[in-house]
């Protein structure tokens, strides 16, 4: 079959045109030798010969098959007639992990739909059906539906914001939901540390597998230390194997405390308390009412930050911004300014907020 054959690096701009005056056929591009690729014409494009070819070569190629876009289609034939609206629409990827709710009426049918799946997504190693999150660490209740190398563990890596973090969705709570607001993050630990004219000590007792910490640790002079910890002893261990990933020269950073131990009580840790500049506070069901008891984690000498998340009422807006000043001032201190905003792309009847505190110890 007649293809074009173009430079790598001109593919998008060829396709482009065949694509606008109907010139390409229905098969995929195809690499050719010296990174060349081949884009195929269908009878009515002009021959090679054309001005229009700005010299490129025709090529007979052997055109490639596209396989099925969906992995619906890829079900046994015996399941083919049963209607498109019973299959689940969407799934949730975890590094290489797919996890996808399985109504009553898709469960006889589960297995064939994993291997579906398997066969669909070549990135895919494990699919398990995903029964909820459960317990004080939020965890998914996962079952395996499907392995493609016989493999069993949820263990896996993904990547946000260029770097690499090991997650467990079976064991540890984590969601690429917060992404955007880890990097706002970033940019106001940036904008406060200009303020402070130093490095920070950042803490973040409820870290899971860290996902705050890879952006902060790899800013310049961002950073001078870290108190890090969580209650679940899993999402402990993952927190320690990725930071061995983040921190190239552990010595840079003093305090560099990893803990396994409820937030709540690093109050009663010397080592804990009186030393970070930043507070970080993620258990959005308890954010606020954990507040009081986290005061002692920070230093009280100038201005401290305090960044946290929280499920609220919408009623209760105003009610629990107030609240959230009061707290500070029953702490010794006064909000010298306070964010207390709604995060969009959360949707529910309740919302989900994101506050902001500078503190100031006058
Ligand atoms: C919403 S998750 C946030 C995790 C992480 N910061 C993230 O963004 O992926 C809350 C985390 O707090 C942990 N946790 C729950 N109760 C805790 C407590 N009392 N003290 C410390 N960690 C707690 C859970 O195990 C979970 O990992």
Not at 300 to 307: A, E, I, N, Q, W
Request: aromatic share 6%.
């Amino acid at each position: 079959m007649r293809h074009l054959s173009v430079p790598s690096h001109e593919t998008q701009r060829w396709l482009t045109l065949c694509r606008g005056r109907g010139w390409l056929a229905e098969s995929g591009v195809v690499a050719l030798n010296d990174g060349q690729r081949g884009l195929p014409l269908s009878p009515h494009a002009p021959d090679e010969t054309d001005v229009v070819w700005e010299g490129h070569a025709h090529l007979d190629v052997e055109p490639t098959v596209k396989g099925p876009q969906r992995w619906q289609d890829r079900l046994p034939e015996e399941l083919r007639h049963l209607p498109d609206d019973l299959w689940p629409s969407a799934y949730e990827l975890q590094g290489d992990v797919l996890m996808v709710k399985v109504e009553p009426a898709v469960q006889p049918y589960e297995s064939a739909m994993a291997s579906a799946m398997l066969e669909q997504l070549p990135n895919v190693r494990l699919v398990c059906a995903d029964e909820g999150v459960e317990g004080e660490f939020r965890v998914r209740q996962l079952r395996l539906l499907g392995s493609r190398d016989g493999s069993t563990s949820t263990r896996t890596q993904i990547k946000e914001h260029g770097a690499s973090i090991w997650v467990d969705p079976n064991e540890v709570y984590f969601s690429s939901r917060l992404s955007t607001q880890r990097h706002q993050t970033l940019e106001t630990l940036k904008a406060f540390r200009q303020t402070i004219g130093r490095p920070l000590v950042v803490a973040d007792p409820y870290a899971g597998v860290g996902p705050s910490l890879p952006l902060l640790l790899a800013a310049d002079d961002l950073l001078s230390g870290f108190l890090v910890g969580d209650l679940n002893p899993k999402a402990v261990d993952l927190l320690a194997e990725n930071l061995r990933g983040w921190v190239r020269a552990p010595s840079r950073f003093s305090p560099s405390s990893v803990v396994c131990n409820d937030a709540l009580a690093w109050k009663d840790e010397a080592e804990l308390c009186g030393q970070a500049d930043v507070l970080l506070v993620n258990l959005p069901h308890d954010s606020l009412e954990h507040l009081p008891d986290l005061f002692p984690i920070l230093r009280r000498d100038g201005f401290s930050l305090v960044r946290g998340w929280a499920i609220v009422d919408r009623t209760a807006l105003a009610e629990q911004r107030q609240a959230l000043e009061a707290s500070v001032e029953a702490a010794g201190g006064r909000c010298a300014d306070l964010v207390f905003e709604e995060v969009k792309g959360f949707s529910s009847t309740r919302c989900f907020v994101v506050f902001q505190v500078t503190v100031a110890w006058d």
